[in-house]
C-alpha cells in the first residue's frame, strides 16, 4: 500500500501546520486510504487494528468539513469506553489547534452533566462520547442532532460487545439522512455488518490485514514508566546492558532533536534521523553508526527506513508506534543475521490497550519487567566484578599476588579483610573513573559528548546518593547566579555527581557563585567539564 506525505494532501494550511507540529512525516496506510475517500464525502468502512493512526485518519476530514460559523453540533464520534472517548479528544484537539472558533467536547459517563451541558449551550461542533452518555443528552434535549453531517464510530465492534448496538441504532436513526458515516473496526462480525447494510450508502471498503510476521530471535520486553521518566530509564538501561549498538525510535522529528540533547547531554554518543535531513546528512550520520562514532541513533520510522545495520543489538520504543505495523519494521532492526536481539517498549497511561495489540498483531508475549533502580543498577556493578574476579582467578599466573598478601597476612590482618579491602578499593576505584570521565564531559564505555554551540558544561560533586534532583539543581543555579531557570540546560543527575550547562556569558559566575553554595545542605564544588 503507497504511503502518501501529509503535505501531499490536499487539506487546509491550518491542518498542515498543525500535523507539521505534531512532527508527523508521512500518513500510515490507513491514512493514507482513508483520509483522500473521506474528503470525497463518501461513506466509509475500515477494518484496522487500534494502533494504526484512526484517529487522525478520520479527524482530518471531519474536522475539514466543520463551518465554524455554525455553533451546533455537526460531527459526533462514538466510542466504547470513556477512556477512548479522552484520548480521541486529545488528539482532536492537537489538529484543531490552529482552526480558530472550533470546539470539541468529549461526552462521557463519570464526569458531572452539568459541566457538558453548560459547554453544549456555549456552541460545540465536534462531540466525542460514549454511546449511552450521547443518549442522555438526546433525552435531555441538550444535544440535538438536526445539523450533524458526519457520524463516526470508532472500534464499533468493542462498542456491540459491550451491549451498545440499540444506543448505536437510536442515534444513527435520529441523525440526518444526508450525512456520511465512517465506521472503523478492528473485526467484521455479522452485527456490524447489519448496521453498515443498514445505515451506510455504497461504503468504500478497505482492510488492513496483519501480515505474517517472523520475530523469533527477538526478546520483547516492556516497562511501565511516567512519560517524563523514559530518558532516565532508557540510561539506566543503556549502562546495564551496554548495547554496541542501538536505535531508539520516537513518533516525532520534535521528538528525537529533544531526546537527542537529553542523551547528548548525559555524554552518550547520540546522534539524530529525522525527515529534515537531507541524503547527505543522513549518509553522514549512518556512517558514523557504522564506524562507532556514535553507538545510539535516534530515528523516526520513516526515516529509519533502509537501515542495513547487521549488528543492533537493541531497539528501544521511546514512544510505541502511531502504525502498528512500524512495530515489526522497528523490531527488525535488531536479531538480525542469526544474532539475538531485544526490543524495549516503554508504556505510560492508557498505553497498555495499544501493547495488547501488538501483542495480539504480532502473536507473541511482551514480558514486563520492572524498571531497574539505582541499588540494582550498582548490584550488577558487583556482580560484573565477582565474573572477573573469577576468570582472573582462573587464568592463574598469581605467584607473585599470592606473596604479596602472604606479607599482609604476616603483618596481622585476616585473609577476609584483605579481599574486602582490595573489592573496595576496585569499586571506589571505578566510581572515580566515572566521575574523572564526566569532569572530561565523556563517559565510560566509549561515549562521548559532541556538544552545542553556545553552551558550557559543569560538573558538581553532589547527586541522587545526597537526596539531590534536577530541580533542586536548577533552582540553586537560577537563585544564585540571576539567570532564568531556561537557561540551564541538559541537567544529568548521577549517583554521587551531576552536570548541567549554561550559556557561555554566564560561565564565570557560575563557578565564582556556585563553588561558595550548598543545595540541600550539601556543599557544592562546580568544576568547568566542557565547553560546548
Known sequence: ?????????????????????????????????????????????????????????????????VDTSNKNPQVIILCPTRELAIQVSEEMQRLAKYKQDLRILPIYGGQPIGRQIRSLK?????????????MDHMRRGTLKLDNIDTMILDEADEMLNMGFREDIETILDQVPKQRQIMLFSATMPRP????????????????????????????QLYYRVGKQDRTEVLSRLIEINNPKR????????????????QLQGMGYLADSLHGDLNQNARDMVMDKLRTGKIDILVATDIAARGIDVDDIEAVFNYDLPQDIEYYIHRIGRTGRAGREGKAYNFVYGRQMQELKQIERYTKSKIKEEKVPTIKDMAQIKTNQLYKDIGKTISGGNMRDYHNHVGELIKQGYDLSDIAAALFKMQMDYEEETEISSVRQGSKPNN?????????????????????????????????????KGQSIKDVSVHDRFSFFEVPKQHSNSVISIMSKKRIKGKRVNVELAKAR
Not at 542501538?246 to 521528538?255: A, L, P, Y
Not at 559532541?450 to 558538581?460: A, K, N, S, Y
Request: charged share 25%; net charge positive; with cysteine.
Open 122 to 134: 456555549r456552541g460545540t461542533q465536534i462531540i466525542i462520547g460514549t454511546p449511552g452518555r450521547v
Open 246 to 261: 542501538s536505535i531508539v525510535f520516537c513518533n516525532t522529528k520534535k521528538g528525537v532533536d529533544r531526546l537527542v540533547g
Open 192 to 219: 456490524i455488518l447489519d448496521i453498515s447494510h443498514k445505515y451506510l450508502k455504497k461504503p468504500t471498503i478497505f482492510r488492513l490485514k496483519p501480515k505474517d510476521i517472523t520475530i523469533d530471535k527477538v526478546e
Open 447 to 483: 561515549h562521548k559528548n559532541p556538544g552545542q554551540e553556545g553552551m558550557v558544561r559543569f560538573f558538581i560533586n553532589v547527586g541522587k546518593q545526597q537526596g539531590i534532583n534536577a530541580g533542586d539543581i536548577v533552582g540553586a543555579v537560577a537563585g544564585e547566579v540571576g539567570i
Open 1 to 65: 500500500m503507497k504511503k502518501l506525505k501529509f503535505n501531499t494532501l490536499d487539506i487546509s494550511e491550518q491542518l498542515q501546520k498543525a500535523i507539521a507540529d505534531m512532527g508527523f512525516e508521512e500518513a500510515t496506510g490507513i491514512q493514507s486510504v482513508a483520509i483522500p475517500k473521506a474528503m470525497e464525502g463518501v461513506d466509509l468502512i475500515g477494518q484496522a487494528q487500534t494502533g494504526t493512526g484512526k484517529t487522525i485518519a478520520f479527524g482530518i476530514p471531519a474536522i475539514e468539513k
